[in-house]
């Protein structure tokens, strides 16, 4: 009996939140459809390759702009390209994770009878409101909106998206995985000594994910100490300024921007502490990663932060761009080693045994069904 088809579109193999959660659910999901994967930039990576899912990779380069927006044209010819490869597989369902994913496959299946679902896992923007705009012409044919958490909901209905079509499936994180390559691996690939001190990040390299109170937090622990070093992972569109701002501080040697290729996920149990800048991605993967990983977290304190981080127990919660707090107690990590280990075991505790995937496929299948 042949299965029904699901083809789910994401944005890049390098974006941990969508990418993390995306692998798993489609593993979790071959048992029910025939799986197909469109990877709209880049090539494939070693975790992916498998019999139980279909890869496709539409473009060797990005289709973004980061902050600037989304370059309509480059996407319409994407978008075509995905529609001729609808046309040919037949899919009954198809499932956007990204934003450049939901534009193109908006764009090129406008017409067609698939049924849409599309995934956020962040906040609407103020600098996005106008390509918010555009989308929402596109949006009717979408039947529903998948997101993690309350907050992204909300951030969406006031710029006038339907309130009818959310549906609200936590968050999937991988278990931990223990310290050892992981840690061997990041030192050299910064060229580091064994007893460096790292810390670490996962964010897109724009404006809100407001990346400059790290490096000025890791400016403040230099003045202190020559063995910290902060990872950086992500990509975006102001690379280039984030490097060049970290090149005048004191900390521009011990900040590290990982290369697009490499892997977050085999790399951050490795990491000494993890920061949390911004609040954009409530719940996010990659804070609740760590903190299986059992690395100790310092995060920004609101919405999507709160239901986890509670303040010198499972984390250290710090105020909306308090540079100085993420100098401050990560210093007392540095200096307190049996406390912050304390810390750091609390904080993997108290996400055991949550936000696993046999719940977001739950979930995700129940979205389906209906």
């Not at 930039?41 to 990779?57: A, N, V, Y």
């Not at 280039?240 to 085999?266: I, N, Y």
Request: charged content about 25%; some cysteine.
């Amino acid at each position: 009996m042949n299965q029904s088809k699901i083809l789910f579109v994401v944005d890049a193999l390098d974006d941990f939140s969508h990418v993390v959660q995306l692998d798993m659910l489609s593993r979790e999901l071959a048992s029910d459809f025939e799986v197909h994967v469109v990877v709209l930039c880049g090539g494939p990576i070693e975790q992916w390759p498998d019999s139980e899912r279909h890869m496709h990779f539409l473009e060797q380069h990005s289709v973004s702009l980061g902050d600037r927006g989304l370059s309509w044209r480059r996407l319409g010819k994407s978008g075509f390209r995905l529609r001729k490869l609808c046309r040919r597989l037949q899919p009954e369902i198809v499932h956007a994770w990204g934003k450049a994913a939901e534009v193109i496959a908006l764009l090129g299946l406008n017409a067609s009878q698939h049924r849409k679902f599309v995934t956020r896992s962040n906040l609407i923007s103020t600098g996005s409101l106008t390509v918010e705009k555009g989308i929402q012409k596109l949006a009717e044919g979408v039947e529903k909106y998948i997101v993690p958490h309350e907050e992204v909901k909300a951030s969406m209905v006031a710029q006038r998206y339907d309130e009818s079509k959310f549906e609200i499936v936590p968050t999937a994180v991988p278990d931990g995985l223990q310290k050892f390559p992981a840690r061997e691996k990041l030192l050299q690939l910064a060229g580091l000594r064994d007893d460096s001190k790292l810390a670490a990040t996962v964010a897109p390299l724009v404006a809100r994910s407001r990346l400059k109170d790290t490096i000025w937090a890791t400016d403040l622990l230099t003045c202190i100490r020559d063995d910290v070093h902060f990872f950086i992972f992500g990509r975006g569109s102001q690379r280039q300024r984030l490097e060049k701002f970290a090149s005048q501080t004191e900390a521009g040697g011990h900040v590290h921007f990982v290369p697009v290729g490499a892997h977050a996920v085999d790399l951050l149990p490795g990491v000494d502490f993890f920061w949390q800048s911004h609040l954009r991605e409530p719940l996010s993967a990659s804070m609740l990663y760590a903190m299986k990983c059992g690395v100790p977290v310092v995060s920004v304190y609101g919405p999507g932060t709160a239901e986890v981080i509670r303040h010198q127990e499972t984390g250290f919660a710090v105020n909306f761009g308090a540079r100085d707090e993420f100098a401050r107690w990560t210093k007392f990590l540095l200096e307190q080693t049996d406390s912050g280990q304390q810390l750091a075991i609390q904080g993997r505790d108290s996400v055991s045994g949550k936000f696993g995937i046999h719940q977001m496929a739950h979930g995700y299948r129940k979205v389906y069904a209906k």
